[in-house]
């Protein structure tokens, strides 16, 4: 039997995992607005993000350095997973008889199986240095939880995940694994708070956001002195810690002599576009001709429909207030299965990107993004997450444009996790039950609950 040929592939030696992040706020046209406190109305003081964030990211969060050293525990745990491989998805590009090359940056070979542990890692580290004792956090799906919960583990931590109470209830594979590496898990909106005892008193069937989890979690750290906030994806010093995506993926193109024409992602916050895409930045502001594109859900699409400008990061205006693209705070998400992809807003660093003309945006229904991710999962063999997939739609949908204009780009994107636990998902799609946004199960928000919200 003659070989299949379905990938080609380029990996790293471990020496070449990056020693420095790169901060791509220093070399965007101009620096992103500060954050607003939401109690004096004001810029927020370095005190009060001290307060909430680990000291230390408090202070990569202002940070206008381009190039951070990464501690050598931190890379040293990179070495779990990292380099991870670029991969060719020829079987892809033959089936759709594209004359476009595609490649992909296979994140999932993460333990958490997602790119979300090179910020978990990072962020658990300085959280033990600095003295704290707990990380409280949010989380949709799981994801970042999973990783956060890893990275606890490895420096010896405890944690608090909030989980969306739809997620806690009908997708317990996630929370099973957070328990299974040590961490507390409760659901959102949940009765260990006020703010959530006030939800569910409220509206009982409350099936919660990632902006209520975020709410829920910040009045933990307010009530403990030895606890901080983690962000998952939000924050400037998160996507910053994801550069090391980027910084590889560079080294992996300049080994085979190409440069990208697409840069593709999905997006929730937008982490991995930014880890992902923000080296390539530079190139791009000096006349390098690629597009980067982010690949959003139909159901929830801020940098698609959103508006840029202030709001806050979480549903109660417990703060900090941003500048960014919004659907606005009290939106509530209808559930689908991208679980990680539902968020009203994008990271900052990823919305003045946007603004500023630097990134392109396209919205997705679900079963056309899983129509996308199992096509994929048939010829490559990876089975992708559904956040994953979104990107994996675009990819198809622009290797398509190539083969009508004949053009023989490059379209690189951003393989974000792995879908192994998302097989109720695929499971629904198979039996033909998927919709794009499956409404009964929608729970549109009131407006007495919007009312609470705000109160
Ligand atoms: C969390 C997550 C995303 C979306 O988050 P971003 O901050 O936009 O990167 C995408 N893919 C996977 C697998 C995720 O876990």
Redesign the pocket.
């Known amino acids: 039997m003659k070989p299949l040929g379905l990938i080609d592939r380029v990996d790293l030696p471990v020496d070449k995992i990056p020693t420095r992040w790169y901060n791509v706020i220093p070399d965007l046209p101009r620096l992103p607005e500060e954050y607003i406190d939401n109690s004096t109305g004001k810029k927020v003081t370095r005190e009060w993000l001290e307060r909430l964030f680990v000291k230390s990211m408090a202070a990569q969060e202002t940070s206008l350095e381009r190039w951070i050293t990464i501690p050598e525990p931190v890379r040293e745990a990179y070495k779990l997973w990292r380099p991870t491989p670029l991969i060719r998805a020829v079987a892809l590009e033959r089936e759709l008889g594209t004359p476009a090359q595609i490649w992909f940056k296979y ?2 070979t993460s333990p958490s ?4 542990l090179n910020s978990a890692l990072a962020q658990a580290y300085y959280a033990k240095r600095d003295g704290h004792t707990r990380l409280v956090t949010d989380t ?2 799981g ?2 939880g999973s ?1 956060l919960a890893i990275a606890c583990q490895i420096f010896g931590l405890d944690l608090t995940v909030f989980m969306v109470r739809a997620s806690f209830h009908n997708k317990p594979y996630r929370r099973n694994l957070m328990e299974t590496y040590g961490a507390e898990v409760r659901p959102s909106p949940g009765d260990t708070t006020e703010y959530g005892r006030k939800l569910l008193a409220e509206y009982p069937d409350h099936p919660g956001s990632e902006a209520t989890a975020v709410s829920e979690a910040l009045e933990c750290v307010d009530a403990d002195e030895g606890t901080r906030f983690a962000v ?3 924050s400037n010093h ?1 996507l910053l810690h ?1 550069s090391v995506i980027g910084l590889e993926l560079k080294e992996q193109l300049r080994m085979i002599g190409r440069t990208p024409d697409y840069l593709i ?11 992902f895409a923000s080296p390539f930045v530079e190139d791009k502001l000096n006349g390098a001709d690629i597009t980067i594109l982010a690949a959003e859900p139909e159901a929830c699409a801020p940098l698609t429909y959103g508006e840029y400008r202030l709001d806050w990061a979480d549903s109660n205006g417990r703060g900090p207030g941003v500048h960014t693209y919004t659907l606005g705070h009290e939106f509530v998400p209808p559930p689908i299965h ?1 679980g ?2 539902r ?1 009203h807003g ?2 900052p660093i ?1 919305g003045l990107m946007r603004h500023e003309g630097l990134l392109d945006a396209e919205a997705y229904g679900q079963v056309s993004v899983f129509d996308a991710g199992t096509t994929f999962a048939k010829l490559q063999g990876y089975l992708p ?1 559904p ?2 997939s ?1 990107a994996i739609r675009a990819v198809i949908d622009k290797a398509l444009e190539c083969k009508r204009t004949g053009r023989e780009a490059t379209i690189v994107f951003n393989y ?3 879908g192994l636990l998302d097989l109720g998902a695929y499971g629904r799609y198979n039996d033909g039950l998927l919709r794009d946004v499956e409404k009964e199960d929608f729970v549109a928000p009131t407006p007495s609950m919007v009312e609470g919200l705000k109160a």
Do not use: D, P, R
């Open positions: 994140e999932a199986g997602s790119h979300k949709g799906a994801q970042w990783a998952g994806a939000f998160c994801h992602a999905s997006v929730g916050c937008g982490s991995n576009l930014s880890g991208a990680g992809l968020y994008c990271a990823v997450a956040e994953t979104h974000s996790g792995h």
